[in-house]
């Protein structure tokens, strides 16, 4: 029998659902996995209550990990210098850190900057500018402007790391909370999100989580260790060190399509770096257009640009689903059009993942990826290999503007475990490492080698 002290809760707090997992850490299997409704109107700790109360026959557990994207996740706006070139790699890094960028500034704000900022209702503000050494002035101008703007929000400070302890001044006379990092543009060409995606973590867990009323009591808070998409980034990470090579996951959500690639980067792409702001290796991207329910009709009008074939029915199906986001497919036929929806918004974010997000950059190198995953309820909980097949599309997407891997195996994480590997990652490496494994057998039983 399992020891208690074994046992670890792994729980991911969403806007709907509330997932756990329970892992024992002395071997890494699943002792069980949970479902129950967040009840966001409420009180999130119920749904936590929830899945606990139904794993209770598995064993009580004596450590619980959460992660969250609970009262819509984690809002962030980028503060910038120029918007091609720092602004960029604000949000980049921001995407990678698990947060959904609201706004973008570039430039030195004005008062009607300002405004617009406010207006966007950040959780959180990340402020850059400047490669270390280089010009400060726009960075100390909009530090200023942050201090003395009618804002709650709090800061993380990562520009120009020369100017650090003026723009932290700045902040300070006017008692704003701020958070300082390293530079994620140290230099042209290097874009370093380590440092900031963890200070955007902590102000996270520290200001927003416990500032979003979605609990009476601090439990939640606590409980809370990130984000849930920079949750699942670092399972992808976990999962790259596992098969040795390079990791593509893509999770079709009701509201957004979510892309995660971890890429060793190879031959020229590891010495020459050509793109004014670089490539971040370990990347998200989000499409707020495409997804099943919410924006459903975004896949459709997505489509029409892409000049992809649609057929009528779905687009009638999108429109129903848009209308009535808690419908669910009931027939043959409205299961064909969730698949064409599916693989579409798949297919179309994973382009725009691949593509060079300017005309000066390269696209993002995936020719080499080894492994493509699949999550989100469609892919999870659709009969008759839909999950496979919106997969298949991906991967032979030739026509996309993006190199599409020559040898990966692909394969739905069905069991919903990467949030779980990311969260065991820096508690429980060895368990998070047997667990991220457990992603792999669906990988290889429908593994597909084209080329």
């Known amino acids: 029998m399992t020891s208690a002290s074994a046992r670890v809760l792994c729980v991911d707090v969403g806007s709907t659902f509330t997932k756990a997992v329970l892992v024992d850490t002395t071997t890494g299997a699943v002792l069980g996995t949970a479902s129950h409704p967040t009840t966001v109107s409420t009180d999130v700790m119920d749904g936590v209550d929830a899945v606990r109360a139904d794993l209770a026959g598995s064993g009580e ?136 995606r963890a200070a955007i973590r902590e102000a996270f867990l520290t200001h927003v989580i416990g500032g979003k009323g979605l609990s009476r009591g601090r439990g939640f808070a606590e409980l809370v260790q990130a984000p849930t998409p920079d949750a699942v980034l670092r399972g992808v990470e976990v ?19 979510d892309v995660y690639s971890v890429i060793t980067p190879q031959g020229e792409d590891a010495s020459i770096q050509r793109e004014v702001v670089g490539t971040l290796w370990h990347a998200r991207t989000v499409e707020a257009d495409l997804g099943m329910r919410w924006s459903a009709e975004g896949v459709v009008e997505a489509c029409a640009r892409e000049r992809r074939a649609l057929d009528g029915a779905t687009a009638e199906y999108a429109a129903r689903v848009a209308a009535d986001t808690a419908h669910l497919a009931s027939s043959p036929q409205e299961w064909l059009a969730e698949e064409e929806i599916a693989s579409a918004a798949a297919v179309l974010a994973v382009r725009r993942h691949g593509r060079p997000g300017h005309p000066s950059e390269r696209p993002r190198p995936l020719a080499e990826v080894t492994v493509l995953v ?54 429980h490496p060895e368990a998070a490492a047997v667990l991220a494994a457990e992603v792999l057998p669906a990988t290889v039983a429908t593994g597909r080698h084209p080329g």
């Open 61 to 196: 557990p004596t450590e619980v990990l959460a992660c969250s994207s609970a009262g819509g996740g984690l809002r962030l706006a980028v503060v910038g210098y120029e918007r091609e070139v720092t602004a960029e790699a604000g949000q980049r890094v921001g995407l990678s850190a698990g947060a959904k960028v609201v706004h973008v500034a570039s430039g030195a704000m004005t008062g009607d900057d300002v405004k617009a900022l406010r207006a966007a209702s950040p959780d959180l503000v990340l402020l850059v500018g400047g490669t270390d050494g280089g010009n400060a002035r726009v960075l100390l101008h909009n530090a200023e402007r942050l201090a003395k703007a009618r804002l709650s929000a709090p800061v993380v400070v990562a520009g120009n790391t020369d100017a650090a302890d003026e723009v932290a001044a700045l902040l300070t006379s006017t008692g704003r909370r701020f958070v300082v990092a390293d530079n994620v543009l140290p230099r042209i060409g290097v874009v370093a999100p380590e440092s900031a």
């Open 374 to 427: 699949g999550s989100g309820g469609v892919l999870r909980h659709a009969p008759g290999g839909v999950g496979d097949r919106v997969l298949e599309q991906v991967l032979s997407d030739h026509g996309g503007g993006w190199r599409v891997p020559v040898a990966a195996r692909a394969g739905v994480d069905t069991a919903y475990l990467l949030f779980a590997v990311g969260l065991l990652a820096d508690h």
């Open 239 to 257: 999962l790259a060190e596992v098969v040795g090579g390079d990791v593509l996951v893509v999770d079709v959500g009701g509201a957004t399509t």
